[in-house]
């Protein structure tokens, strides 16, 4: 198992740009999440999605869309990038937990997005 | 709006020792606690969770605390070890109803010196 892939790695915007970046993973996770992580900030919460289909918002929405077409990917998008969303954005997954008490959640390696 | 706190600056503690690390919330009660460890440059991995209703947990060195009175967490590492630096990371949740989403703290990094 590959358990969550991210992918780019790492990307240089210049502001105003858009992109996408793509989260997979392999473990039938029904929940899936987009997080920033800015120094002196922690993890915080973008969008998250419960289901194929299904998404909303989390803490920091704004200027970020996503979407679930497929219950083992989650897009993030940035439509118009501003030097403000520069940070290391992790993708993360879990089980719904009805299925026994599994809350962890499961975290991809990262994307280090620079927007200039 | 949840308010999490946990020490920023660094712990620096000498190997075979025990590092001790607070996790601080306000205004809210969560059922649920999570720790979470990160190296440079990946992502977190979960390390333990901890319910409302247990006062600790244990995983063979690790030890975690929750008092839901005075609204704080110890996460203890005992007979530290070089291999046990890292930043760990608090969370509060799931919070079932809204995708068993969490809320983290900043992180304590640590640093264990052999």
């Known amino acids: 198992n590959a358990g969550v892939t991210q992918t780019p790695k790492f990307r240089v915007l210049k502001t105003g740009q858009s992109m996408t970046l793509l989260c997979a993973q392999d473990?039938?996770?029904?929940?899936m999440y987009w997080y920033r992580q800015d120094p002196g900030m922690g993890l915080r919460l973008i969008h998250y999605?419960?289901?194929?289909?299904?998404?909303a918002k989390g803490e920091v929405p704004d200027g970020y869309n996503v979407s679930r077409l497929k219950k083992q990917n989650f897009l993030l998008g940035l439509e118009s990038a501003a030097p403000s969303q520069t940070s290391v954005y992790f993708c993360?997954?879990?089980?719904?937990?009805?299925?026994?008490?599994?809350?962890?959640?499961?975290f991809g390696p990262g994307t280090r997005l620079t927007v200039t | 709006s949840q308010k999490i706190e946990q020490n920023s600056e660094a712990l620096n503690i000498q190997e075979g020792k025990t590092a001790t690390l607070t996790c601080n919330y306000t205004?809210?009660?969560?059922?649920?606690l999570q720790w979470y460890r990160q190296d440079p440059g990946r992502g977190p991995v979960f390390l333990l969770l901890?319910?409302?209703?247990?006062k600790e947990k244990r995983k063979e060195r690790l030890k975690v605390t929750f008092d839901t009175t005075l609204k704080q967490s110890l996460f203890h590492i005992t007979a530290s070890q070089p291999a046990d630096s890292a930043t760990y990371l608090c969370?509060?949740?799931?919070?079932?109803?809204?995708?068993?989403?969490?809320?983290f703290g900043g992180g304590t990094r640590v640093l264990v010196k052999p």
């Open positions: 993360a997954s879990s089980y719904s937990g009805t299925s026994g008490n599994t809350y962890e959640q499961y």
């Open positions: 969370a509060l949740g799931p919070i079932k109803a809204a995708g068993n989403k969490l809320t």
């Open positions: 901890i319910r409302e209703n247990e």
């Open positions: 999605s419960v289901g194929e289909g299904t998404t």
């Open positions: 473990m039938n996770h029904e929940y």
């Open positions: 205004n809210y009660s969560p059922a649920y």
